[in-house]
């Protein structure tokens, strides 16, 4: 059975496409297609007339460009075509290769093509692209998202109360928090600024602490922040505005994470992947993840998809000289990352194989961010084994003998 490759250049309005066959003959050299469904209509058509045989398989490969090839390889996927998706920097480095400098669309599409006929030749499961990868993606695209935004708006309110009230945000892990919040509420307003009492800071405090906490002499810094404050008046009612829309925007902002992670725990219930069988791993830390690396049968290796993560470590090496960095490349999804190390730190408390590097590490001195990191690497190559192999996760026996 013969193969037809489709490279497809993505922009917001319109797409161009270049098809060769197995024996690198240019079937379409350039086309421009509307970026509508009777552009993508007749793109299909355009693709099938060029098989010769009706067994003929067509792979489409499509460079990632964030959100405008969605639709497009939604589309394909929809009428069962394999569909690819690119790492800009992996056709960077081919474009790159050519002699002319000459940068195009329609050269864009070529190489393109030119890529996917190199990858077929090495994984032909790469194309195994579903819906349930996708669900997953799109959902964890959205809570990174607003994640992100909850963390822009800490160093936001952070920066306006270091001019407000120079020393208040040191005096609490988080700024955004229970009491913090309601402190700033009541003192933080436009007819009576800073007019709160040490008491009434203590009984805020004392509700939201943990029981058995002591706030200790924290009611009186706190207070003590708000009687030396040298805020200019010309810059009072700014300020003031700033931190009230700041605390109105976390409010928003958390609720709409809760009614996400909701439903992510929903979304997760129905696939069910065999990954929430892994300790340290749950419903939105899974979602994340399968749906950042999608089918795991189209990496070749547990060593490519560390390395697809970025946490392969840099290596140089020329002649008989090796240098190893000892960092590691972070060429991979910063996301993937993220919630990769996040799931170690509760793995290392309930994972007794991640508890058991991590615990081997440290005593061989590594500092406690590289074993850290090594441990999500190792929490990657798990979930890369169960998913592959769909076979539940289990401890083995010497270290349940430990």
Do not use: W
């Amino acid at each position: 059975m013969s193969r037809i490759y489709v490279g497809v250049d993505v922009s917001k309005y319109k797409f161009d496409a270049c098809v060769k066959n197995d024996d690198n003959d240019l079937l379409i050299k350039h086309r421009t297609y509307d970026q509508s469904m009777d552009g993508m209509d007749r793109f299909i058509h355009d693709i099938e007339a060029t098989k010769t045989d009706g067994s003929d398989n067509i792979i489409i490969g499509l460079e990632s460009t964030g959100i405008y090839h969605r639709n497009l390889m939604g589309y394909m996927l929809k009428f069962g075509y394999n569909v690819r998706e690119f790492n800009p920097i992996e056709i960077y480095g081919l474009r790159k290769g050519r002699i002319r400098k000459t940068k195009t669309d329609r050269i864009d599409a070529e190489v393109i093509t030119n890529a996917i006929k190199l990858d077929a030749m090495e994984n032909t499961e790469r194309y195994l692209q579903n819906e349930e990868h996708m669900r997953m993606r799109e959902l964890g695209l959205i809570y990174n998202r607003l994640t992100e935004k909850s963390a822009k708006l800490k160093t936001e309110l952070r920066s306006a109360l270091t001019v407000l009230c120079p020393g208040y945000d040191i005096l609490f892990t988080d700024v955004l928090g229970k009491s913090s919040k309601e402190i700033l509420r009541r003192s933080i307003k436009h007819t009576k600024l800073f007019e709160i009492s040490e008491q009434e800071i203590e009984q805020i405090l004392r509700k939201n602490f943990m029981r058995g906490s002591s706030v200790q002499d924290l009611p009186r810094k706190i207070l003590e922040t708000f009687e030396k404050s040298t805020l200019p008046q010309y810059y009072r009612e700014s300020l003031i505005v700033d931190v009230r829309f700041t605390l109105d925007q976390h409010d928003l902002l958390k609720k709409q994470i809760s009614q996400l992670e909701s439903r992510m725990e929903r979304v997760m219930r129905e696939i069910d992947p065999i990954s929430l069988s892994i300790p340290g791993i749950g419903s939105v830390t899974c979602a994340i993840i399968l749906g950042t690396l999608g089918n795991v049968k189209r990496f070749h290796n547990s060593s490519a998809v560390v390395a697809y993560a970025g946490l392969d470590p840099i290596v140089h090496q020329s002649g008989k000289s090796v240098n190893l960095t000892g960092h590691i490349s972070k060429r991979g999804n910063k996301y993937l990352r993220k919630s990769l190390c996040n799931a170690a730190i509760v793995a290392i408390r309930h994972n007794p194989v991640i508890k058991k590097k991590y615990a081997d590490l440290r005593k061989r001195g590594k500092p406690h961010l590289v074993a850290l990191t090594a441990c999500a690497r190792k929490l990657l190559m798990i979930i890369y084994s169960v998913e592959k192999n769909q076979k539940r996760f289990y401890v083995p026996k010497h270290i349940l003998n430990e």
